[in-house]
């Protein structure tokens, strides 16, 4: 995906009260932008470190900026968690993800399950309202990286990540397809797997969902100022 404008690079200052980075541009004037991530961003706040923003154009935004991605110990991490639905949907329509390839149509936000949620994708086939070729794709930000080239989810105690496990099993149970799509968005990222140290739960109900036959891939992010896509699959373990 290329951005509308190319990133700004910056230097990283701090982060707080969750959506609120502050940053020092080259000129040394210092600005507060938007962070678009409820995590906890461990391991990706790197206080004098190189960051990129992007400009939304728009002055009657309270913040005009946000914060897209920093560099961690060399590699780029995409810390803006409203973009990797879009980075997958585009990898899936130019074939970059082999395992959902095939699929007429993609839709976002669909309302789904028994605790009304709503599925990042829904890839369908066949007539509109045909239930025969349905896939459930929920994708997920990883930026938490653990060394060795490992990168683990989350980052954070995450009930709403464990909620969307227990969605994906009931759609495999009904008779669909469940992907939970890992975007591995730190560019130095060789495999992927659940912290366990972090949310023990979430890890239990990751390995429950692959036992249960939810399928889960992990692809791999690359980040420049001009653009962010998904390369390749990297192992997930669990």
Not at 16 to 34: I, Q
Not at 67 to 90: Q, S
Not at 202 to 209: C, S
Request: net charge neutral; with cysteine.
């Amino acid at each position: 995906m290329r951005f509308d404008e190319p990133l700004i690079e910056v230097t990283f200052l701090r982060r707080y009260k969750r959506f609120l980075a502050d940053v020092r541009l080259a000129d040394g004037a210092e600005l507060t932008v938007h962070c678009a991530n409820s995590g906890s961003m461990k391991g990706c706040q790197p206080e004098g470190g190189r960051a990129w923003i992007s400009d939304s154009k728009n002055p009657k935004r309270k913040l005009r900026y946000s914060l897209e991605a920093v560099e961690v110990d060399g590699a780029r991490a995409m810390v803006n968690t409203a973009r990797p639905n879009a980075f997958v949907e585009e990898a899936i329509a130019e074939g970059t993800i082999a395992e959902l390839s095939g699929y007429e149509r993609i839709r976002r936000e669909v309302r789904y399950g028994n605790e009304k949620s709503r599925i990042d994708l829904l890839l369908e086939s066949g007539p509109k309202g045909d239930p025969t070729a349905r896939c459930y794709v929920e994708v997920k930000n990883v930026t938490l990286g653990v060394g060795d080239g490992g990168c683990r989810f989350p980052d954070a105690v995450t009930t709403r990540g464990t909620k969307h496990l227990r969605e994906l099993m009931g759609v495999v149970e009904a008779g669909d397809r469940a992907v939970l799509a890992f975007c591995a968005s730190r560019s130095d990222t060789r495999w992927v797997g659940p912290a366990d140290d972090i949310d023990p739960t979430y890890g239990e109900t990751l390995r429950a969902a692959a036992a249960a036959g939810v399928e889960i891939i992990a692809y791999r992010l690359e980040i420049d100022a001009e653009q962010a896509r998904l390369v390749e699959r990297v192992p997930v373990r669990l």
